[in-house]
């Protein structure tokens, strides 16, 4: 997508109608889906809703900072890049495409364990600021390999995924006969009329695996399908809070563990030595009917009490969602599908065009809140909304 094209698409929702053209529909649902019948992939949107913004008048907006830091590092706007596996499946920009326009804009980039580029190639392609995404693998040697291969990297931050023990399903990928990778089937011959250059790119590019563990598994074979089984049998359903001390003292360094949604967890982490929680459901994509991501903020915050930052992971698509989780206590906010979305519409200048859009959004929106600087975000800004839902009967006359 050309940068004139890119420029005519004003929202994040916008970026995913392109991306939705562009892609093979397996594809597309890979990244847009999530567990069973989405209940948590919708209740992360809806979550957003239920809050009003409250906006103070005749405040002085001419100068409008959105600057932070997050574990200690200095972001130009609240928003982080979350983690997704094989992002090169969307455009051959990939995962260093994402990060090179992430830190253009300012910001952070969160490389996945599942990704399909290296730590290294992330880190020779891009000068940081990288965090790293990793799960408590069944053979811990791996897990201590991949702390030294981030050290001598320069990855800033670890961040523990704990909300897989087990996969979760998404009934899109079964229905469309997702595999990975995606195979030249006759359906996908007659999809790549349809979506030439996706399969143009796909086809004359190195095909995307998991570069992270290229060489494991099966006789040292690369191919996607090979790593994925390795990969599938690495996941270790029997991970306690010990695995989580262990390894906050064998990192030494800015610790956040992504996946929480109860406020005792979170407090437990903070006990443990953990400097970030990310307040997340996978993006709706583990288990559905879990409590949406805004919805377990308040009393996640509420637990910690400033002992740790709080991220708010899931659902963002607007600036008025980060104005609205920063007010309920959230230091920043990770985005996923948001980019991803940008990503496939336009490779690593449609990332930046999908951060370009957010961060003038949450300008927009601190100006006319009457609310100048990110850090003074509070409750008064909101007021939540009386669910019709939840009065009782004999009330409603
Ligand atoms: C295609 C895709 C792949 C993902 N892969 C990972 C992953 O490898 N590790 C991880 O911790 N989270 C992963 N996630 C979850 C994201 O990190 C993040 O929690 C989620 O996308 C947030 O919701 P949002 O997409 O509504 O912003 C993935 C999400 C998507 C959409």
């Known amino acids: 997508m050309t940068q004139r094209r890119l420029a005519r698409c004003h929202s994040v929702a916008d970026l995913r109608r392109a991306a939705k053209r562009r892609l093979p529909r397996a594809v597309f649902d890979f990244a847009d889906g999530g567990a069973e019948d989405e209940t948590t992939m919708q209740r992360n949107s809806t979550g957003f ?4 913004l409250l906006p103070r008048t005749l405040v002085d907006v001419a100068d409008v900072r959105l600057a932070t830091t997050v574990l200690g590092q200095p972001v130009e706007f609240p928003v982080i890049l ?6 090169r499946l969307f455009h051959p920009d990939g995962e260093s495409g994402v990060a090179r326009a992430a830190h253009r804009a300012g910001t952070i980039y969160t490389l996945s364990a599942m990704s399909s580029t290296s730590v290294e190639d992330l880190g020779a392609a891009t000068s940081g600021p990288n965090w790293f995404q990793i799960y408590v693998w069944r053979d811990r040697g791996v897990v201590r390999e991949f702390f030294s291969r981030c050290r001598e990297s320069g990855y800033h931050a670890l961040c523990l995924t704990v909300d897989v023990p087990v996969l979760g399903q998404r009934e899109r990928d079964l229905r469309n006969g997702m595999t990975m990778p995606p195979r030249l089937t006759a359906s996908a011959i007659l999809d790549a009329a349809l979506h030439p250059n996706w399969w143009w790119r796909f086809l004359t590019n190195r095909r995307p695996t998991f570069e992270n563990v290229v060489g494991r598994g099966d006789a040292g074979r690369a191919d996607a399908s090979v790593l994925g089984t390795y990969v599938n049998s690495q996941f270790d359903p029997s991970v ?6 262990w390894m906050v003292s064998e990192w030494e360094g800015p610790f956040a563990v992504k996946g929480i949604s109860r406020p005792e967890d979170a407090r437990r982490a903070a006990d443990l030595g953990v ?8 993006g709706g994509r583990q288990l559905d009917t879990a409590i949406g991501a805004l919805d377990a903020l308040p009393a996640i915050v509420a637990a910690v009490d400033g002992a740790v930052e709080i991220i708010l992971d899931g659902g963002v698509r607007r600036g008025t969602d980060v104005v609205k989780a920063l007010a309920l206590g959230a230091r920043g906010c990770m985005i996923g599908r948001s980019y991803l979305y940008g990503l496939a519409a336009g490779g690593e200048p449609g990332v930046e065009r999908s ?5 003038t959004e949450i300008r927009r929106a601190l100006a006319l809140v009457g609310c100048p600087d990110v850090a003074d975000l509070d409750m008064t800004f909101l007021r939540e909304r009386v669910d019709a839902a939840r009065v009782p009967a004999h009330a409603v006359h």
């Open 49 to 52: 809703d239920r809050y009003d």
């Open 82 to 87: 979350a983690p997704t596996g094989m992002t």
């Open 240 to 245: 306690t809070w010990d695995d989580l001390a």
């Open 275 to 282: 400097d970030g929680v990310i307040v997340s459901n996978h």
């Open 355 to 359: 951060l370009e859009l957010l961060r």
